[in-house]
């Protein structure tokens, strides 16, 4: 049975890597020049490093679990981040619950607050209830209004920017329960988890042994349309694949880009079915790759809790692993916001000369109110290179569990397994993995795991 999948991002390449292990012949289908989709990576000096940052949570078993399969378990390193939150124009240390404490951002009766909303969250065990609220109604009513303006608000806009106010309290329920599941055995501190030579060894790894079971990973191989060859789409028959090189048939399509991509890709889909997945919103990623000569802070992750600056979170990837890998002090500036925005729309120079000048304002600003913290000259940048991602994250608002776009789409035997359909978990390499690796089960696949 030839099955073809679009899209290798992770959830394509688990896709392939499942199915061709069951013995399908699968053709992936990748319209960019490399496999990883919003994982995919660059180099910096010798060593490749995602052009998004990425990191994973000891919570993440599904991802980790594959690793260990296809022989990559001793490449995971495991390492403690430091964090810190800006606002109020101040820098504070954010990884501890001693940090939450002492946190002056908030007066005291809020930190406490702060504390008591993140352990109600972690307790949350049946989370159906949260459905048909807002993050904003629930954190203002479980932590309080300071906290949520101090806190939360700059959280939600920094991901969400417009459709902050919108945002299920399921999202918010979940990233504070991951936060603080990502635990190392026995101990209290936070750790993350990062491969040895990138997550790009991953994607590698399961693209060859899709290639050694016999299937293929087209790369620069847009899909351009998928057609039923039945007179009545609603009907079996053979599908179509359109690429430039032309239209080849296929018994199953697996389609593993964003609700519209398919929605567009397909236009013998119901208009009803069509519109529905073109309703769901996405938000977009720009996103800065610096290599310094020196390092910036001493923080891996600050999240910048201030709208006068162009980017939400500053991330210095070289504070959790070491920079004698990259020969540069590594540093990522990121701003999600609407693929319509003109920011996202400018081209690299614009954006670069916006980023740069944010990072000046707030290096200058730091130094004056946290000494020592922030050290940036522009004499600095050894280089900048600048990212986008169209459909970077979708936005799961009030009631979206009831929303989500099946597997099974109206057109027999074409299918969607995609970010868009993961909840109430926030999405991430591990839930693209885990879905990815479940596509033999969503395509009803009558193979057997071939050894
Ligand atoms: C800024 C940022 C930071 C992130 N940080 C983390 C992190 O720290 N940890 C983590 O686990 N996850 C992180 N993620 C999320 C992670 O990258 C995604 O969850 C994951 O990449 C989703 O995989 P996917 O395969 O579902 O989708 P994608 O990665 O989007 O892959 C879809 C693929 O489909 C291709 N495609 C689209 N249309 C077509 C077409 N018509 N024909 C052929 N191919 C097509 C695309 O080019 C792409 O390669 C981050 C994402 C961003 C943007």
């Not at 910048?304 to 500036?333: C, M, Q, W």
Request: net charge positive; hydrophobic share 40%.
């Amino acid at each position: 049975m030839r099955i073809a999948v679009i899209g290798a991002g992770p959830t394509g390449l688990a896709a392939a890597y499942a199915l061709s292990g069951r013995g399908a012949n699968v053709v992936v289908f990748e319209s960019t020049s490399v496999s990883g989709g919003m994982a995919r990576t660059v180099t910096v000096g010798e060593e490749r490093i995602e052009a998004f940052y990425h990191h994973i949570f000891t919570s993440d078993e599904a991802l980790v679990s594959l690793a260990e399969e296809i022989g990559l378990g001793d490449r995971l390193e495991w390492l403690p981040p430091r964090n810190a939150l800006y606002s109020g124009e101040r820098l504070y240390p954010f990884t501890t619950p001693g940090d939450l404490l002492r946190l002056g951002a908030l007066p005291l009766m809020d930190r406490i607050r702060l504390g008591l909303f993140v352990l109600a969250a972690r307790r949350v065990r049946s989370w159906e209830h949260l459905e048909e609220r807002t993050a904003r109604e629930w954190a203002v009513e479980t932590g309080g209004k300071r906290v949520y303006e101090t806190i939360w608000k700059p959280l939600l806009a920094s991901k969400f920017d417009d459709y902050a106010d919108q945002v299920g309290a399921t999202w918010l329920w979940n990233k504070t329960k991951l936060r603080g599941s990502t635990r190392g055995k026995g101990q209290g501190r936070e750790i993350l988890g990062y491969f040895r030579g990138s997550f790009g060894v991953l994607y590698d790894t399961l693209t060859a042994r899709i290639r050694a079971a016999g299937g293929e990973v087209r790369l620069n191989t847009p899909v351009l349309t998928i057609r039923s060859l039945s007179a009545i789409p609603q009907e079996e028959g053979t599908l179509l694949v359109r690429t430039p090189e032309g239209e080849e048939p296929f018994s199953k399509v697996l389609v593993t880009t964003a609700p519209a991509e398919l929605a567009r890709m397909a236009p013998q889909l119901p208009e009803e079915f069509r519109e529905a997945l073109t309703a769901i919103p996405h938000q977009a990623n720009l996103c800065a790759l610096l290599e310094l000569s020196r390092p910036l802070s001493p923080y891996y992750w600050i999240t910048v809790a201030d709208e006068k600056f162009p980017f939400v979170a500053l991330i210095e990837h070289t504070n959790l692993l070491p920079p004698a890998r990259y020969g540069s002090s590594v540093v990522y500036l990121s701003r999600y916001l609407s693929p319509s925005a003109p920011l996202f729309r400018a081209d690299d120079e614009t954006v670069a000369a916006v980023f740069l000048d944010g990072l000046s304002r707030l290096a200058r600003t730091v130094e004056r109110t946290s000494p020592g913290r922030m050290r940036w000259e522009p004499s600095l940048l050894k280089r900048i290179r600048i990212f986008r991602a169209d459909s970077a994250q979708h936005v799961a608002t009030r009631g979206y569990g009831k929303r989500i776009p099946p597997h099974h789409t109206p057109i027999p035997n074409l299918y969607l397994n995609c970010m868009a359909q993961i909840y109430p978990e926030d999405r991430g390499q591990n839930y693209a993995i885990e879905r990815g690796l479940r596509s033999p089960e969503i395509l009803d696949f009558p193979g057997r795991s071939v050894p």
